[in-house]
């Protein structure tokens, strides 16, 4: 059973925080879009989704639906300024914003099953977001899958522009970058990579605020790794060229198995190694939050 879900959530402080938001409107409330993949019946735990940069949650649905078999309650956000949710394009005011919104998705994914489990599922910046959300989040969630956390951010800033235009208008939070990923090397096949470009809600847009709230979130994951108090699966594909596997590695520790995956590329469930992948998170997460 698929579903779409648009929660109504408060706008941001420049910081992150929660904003006043006392209605619909550019200053108040905005919309952010979940699909929500489920059998019939009571799930044995909720999955929440988080996508990469520029990346939205609908581009996972074949992985929720290899989950949704054994009992799972998966969510696949769009996270803020991506997909169908609104906000500027490619932006984040701050961590406390991703917090909130991820609190919002999960508290709605157990409304009618309130004492399941959870668990959350990162991709790239997804993945960064996820390790520092546990961070800060000690005990909200049972267990987490990261793949190919992005532990060294390296997006191209915005550029002034030249000209009068440029004179005029200063470069500042909001200001535009690129992501620069290309889709070869997201995935090395050709119908993923076509997907890819043809996809009108995958873009290649981060401000620079949402740069410097990565630099941040990795500087904190790369030192503070070891606080993490649930257990994490972290998946890297040996040959991901946009985040670097030994950064993964180099995490490992009691709380933290980290597993190479041969040839495989960064988007490791829309690579050739799909099906194999998607089987190692399924036993895992069974052992992790089986009773």
Not at 192 to 204: F, G, I, P, R, T
Not at 210 to 223: D, L
Not at 240 to 248: K, R
């Amino acid at each position: 059973m698929r579903s779409i879900t648009n929660l109504e959530l408060r706008e941001s402080n420049p910081d992150g925080t929660e904003g006043a938001g006392l209605s619909h409107t550019a200053g108040g409330m905005f919309l952010l879009r979940v699909v929500e993949v489920a059998e019939e019946g009571e799930p044995r735990g909720g999955v929440t989704v988080v996508h990469d940069a520029g990346d939205h949650g609908g581009r996972y649905e074949r992985f929720a639906a290899a989950l949704a078999p054994d009992g799972w309650a998966v969510s696949l956000p769009d996270l803020r300024g991506h997909g169908a949710t609104e906000g500027d394009r490619g932006h984040c005011a701050g961590f406390p914003e991703i917090v909130r919104d991820l609190d919002s998705v999960q508290d709605h994914l157990t409304i009618f099953a309130p004492s399941i489990p959870l668990a959350l599922v990162g991709q790239g910046l997804g993945g960064l977001w996820v390790l520092q959300y546990l961070l800060q989040n000690p005990g909200r969630v049972r267990a987490a899958v990261v793949l190919a956390p992005l532990l060294h951010p390296r997006f191209e800033p915005p550029r002034k522009k030249g000209g009068l235009s440029g004179l005029f208008k200063k470069i500042g939070p909001m200001s535009p970058g690129r992501i620069a990923y290309a889709p070869e090397q997201r995935t090395s096949l050709s119908d993923e990579q076509s997907a890819l470009s043809a996809d009108e809600h995958v873009h290649d847009v981060i401000t620079l605020r949402a740069g410097e709230v990565a630099r941040e979130a990795a500087e904190s994951v790369r030192s503070r790794a070891g606080e993490i108090d649930v257990p994490v699966l972290i998946l890297h594909g040996s040959s991901d060229s946009l985040a670097d596997p030994a950064a993964s590695q180099a995490l490992e520790c009691d709380s933290i198995e980290v597993r190479l995956v041969e040839n495989g590329g960064h988007d490791l469930l829309h690579d050739h190694c799909a099906d194999e992948v998607t089987e190692q998170i399924r036993t895992w997460l069974s052992a992790k939050l089986t009773p």
